[in-house]
Antibody, heavy 120, light 107 residues
Framework: EVQLVESGGGLVKPGGSLRLSCAASGFTFTSYSMSWVRQAPGKGLEWVSSISGSGSYIYYADSLKGRFTISRDNAKNSLSLQMNSLRAEDTAVYHC?????????????WGQGTQVTVSS | DIQMTQSPSSLSASVGDRVTITCRASQGVSNYLAWYQQKPGRVPKLLIFAASTLQSGVPSRFSGSGSGTDFTLTISSLQPEDVAAYYCQKYNSAPYIFGQGTKLEIK
């Protein structure tokens, strides 16, 4: 059974940093792209970042302007998102999601998400 | 920047109705278009990929069509359990953006 479990969310002050993790199980991790998608309270889905199975290809939403860094540890079946210079508008539930295949970026499995709140 | 525009933003229909949601891309995306369903309090669920291919386990009353810039999600006979928000997403190339969503309610 495919499982994606996020962790690392919490309350952080504006300008602070947070590192999110996603533990994956139930599938061959290196064979799939992985992504982060966020959803602000009462709002729609917003794609954040994606990474190919090998980690060679990385993509970010333009709105992040270099503040976020995605990475993966294929030995540990783990996906991460380092978030710096956080702003109030980054407040959202952050989901990790599995791509349909290594270089395909529609998402067939989603984690339950971890809440990130940016507030003073 | 490329945009994905869904219409309508919200929709109220009766059980048994045929429901259609449209998604328009500001640039062509070939058939790299997915549809998701998000029920209240739940994570999104992939319904359709490649514009018209039904994901395993999705009821056959759901269907998708389109190519290029104009796409449609159709529910042939609306059921109470279909109350949800529906999102389209392009995935031909980054950014892999979503439409703004369509909230579907039962009348």
């Amino acid at each position: 059974e495919v499982q994606l479990v996020e962790s690392g969310g919490g309350l952080v002050k504006p300008g602070g940093s947070l590192r999110l993790s996603c533990a994956a199980s139930g599938f061959t991790f290196t064979s799939y792209s992985m992504s982060w998608v966020r959803q602000a309270p009462g709002k729609g889905l917003e794609w954040v970042s994606s990474i190919s199975g090998s980690g060679s290809y990385i993509y970010y939403a333009d709105s992040l302007k270099g503040r976020f860094t995605i990475s993966r540890d294929n030995a540990k079946n783990s996906l991460s998102l380092q978030m710096n210079s956080l702003r109030a508008e980054d407040t959202a539930v952050y989901h990790c999601a599995r791509g349909f295949s290594n270089h395909q970026y529609d998402f067939d499995y989603w984690g339950q998400g971890t809440q990130v709140t940016v507030s003073s | 920047d490329i945009q994905m525009t869904q219409s309508p933003s919200s929709l109220s229909a009766s059980v048994g109705d045929r429901v259609t949601i449209t998604c328009r891309a500001s640039q062509g995306v070939s058939n790299y278009l997915a549809w998701y369903q998000q029920k209240p309090g739940r994570v999104p669920k992939l319904l359709i990929f490649a514009a018209s291919t039904l994901q395993s386990g999705v009821p056959s009353r759901f269907s998708g069509s389109g190519s290029g810039t104009d796409f449609t999600l159709t529910i042939s006979s609306l059921q109470p359990e279909d109350v949800a928000a529906y999102y389209c997403q392009k995935y031909n190339s980054a950014p892999y953006i979503f439409g703004q969503g369509t909230k579907l309610e039962i009348k």
